[in-house]
């Protein structure tokens, strides 16, 4: 027990191994309370996906700050550490900031950015210039999205807030779906339409806003009609486009709608001429040579060759 209470100087500071020990500790703990916090926050947030404003989100974040913070002073204050050495230490990490430390430091001051402002929420689909997914943690320097694909990617807080974002659930987890479907010239357009409307009467689309067909384009081949749709639930567009493209489809089978296809015909105006080298019909010979007509059968096999 001398050993560490033993009073040792570094400079003009004086400090004890128990009071090191002691404010390890303490900040260990602290590390670990919030992120205790932080998990069971995770879990309450994911039994109750579809109700957003009810979620603690991003604020998950500003818990485990002030948790960590919070048990910093005290560690400080169980160790008798002055604040006049803690000052100390935030001038030797502003050195450190000039000289390396700007995209770190970024990133942690967008993280906090994120968690006050809340642009984006744990279980929200984000994409963030080419890449998409759902949000799985907001962290302090950088954040979780795990992708359609199943992967999980790492994004720093700076590129969230440099980049072009677009949350698909920020108000609400509704979807419109765009299908753009051709047929024939020939068709009866107005037949055409409602057959397209029938198709949209399944019972996972939206009434209000009620869908719409409407003719687009006068294409090379083909009159394009757009049709918009809407989910209410963003996580079922896919299956949704899915179903009505495949009743669209049947529909103009049974009533014989032309869906076209580009085609090319290829004219050739001069018909290359085909020349046989001396040296095939050399082998043309040779094979006529080992290989003789059969005159008992009656019939004569020749090879040719181009």
Not at 53 to 71: D, E, H, N
């Amino acid at each position: 027990m001398e050993f560490l209470m033993k009073e040792r100087f570094l400079g003009e500071t004086s400090f004890t191994f128990k009071s090191v020990l002691l404010f390890s500790a303490l900040v260990y703990v602290a590390y670990l309370l919030s992120n205790n916090i932080a998990y069971f926050a995770t879990i309450k947030d994911q039994q109750q996906p579809s109700t957003r404003t009810k979620r603690l989100g991003s604020s998950i974040l500003l818990i485990r700050l002030a948790v960590f913070i919070f048990g910093f002073f005290i560690a400080a204050t169980a160790a008798n550490i002055p604040l006049n050495n803690i000052t100390i230490v935030l001038g030797a990490l502003s050195v450190g900031i000039g000289f390396g430390l700007q995209t770190i430091i970024n990133n942690l001051v967008s993280g906090i950015i994120l968690a006050f402002e809340r642009p984006i929420q744990i279980g929200d689909d984000i994409e963030v210039g080419e890449m998409t997914g759902k949000v799985k943690e907001v962290g302090i320097r950088a954040s979780k999205i795990q992708g359609y694909d199943g992967a999980e990617i790492i994004v720093p807080n700076g590129d969230l807030l440099s980049q072009h974002l677009i949350n698909w659930t920020l108000s609400d987890k509704m979807r419109r779906v765009e299908l753009v479907i051709g047929v024939g010239y020939s068709s009866d357009m107005e037949l055409v339409k409602t057959l397209i409307e029938e198709a949209l009467t399944l019972e996972k689309i939206s009434k209000v806003p009620a869908p719409k067909v409407l003719m687009q384009t006068f294409g090379d081949n083909a009159v394009d009609f757009r049709v918009l749709f809407w989910v209410d639930d963003m996580d079922i567009w896919l299956d949704m486009r899915h179903q009505v493209m495949t009743a669209i489809f049947t529909t103009f089978q049974k009533n014989n709608i032309e869906i076209p296809f580009p085609k090319r015909d290829v004219y050739l105006k001069n018909q290359p001429e085909i020349r046989i080298s001396q040296k095939t019909e050399s082998i043309q010979q040779n094979e006529e040579n080992k290989n003789p007509p059969n005159r008992d059968s009656g019939i004569i096999y020749t090879n040719t060759f181009f």
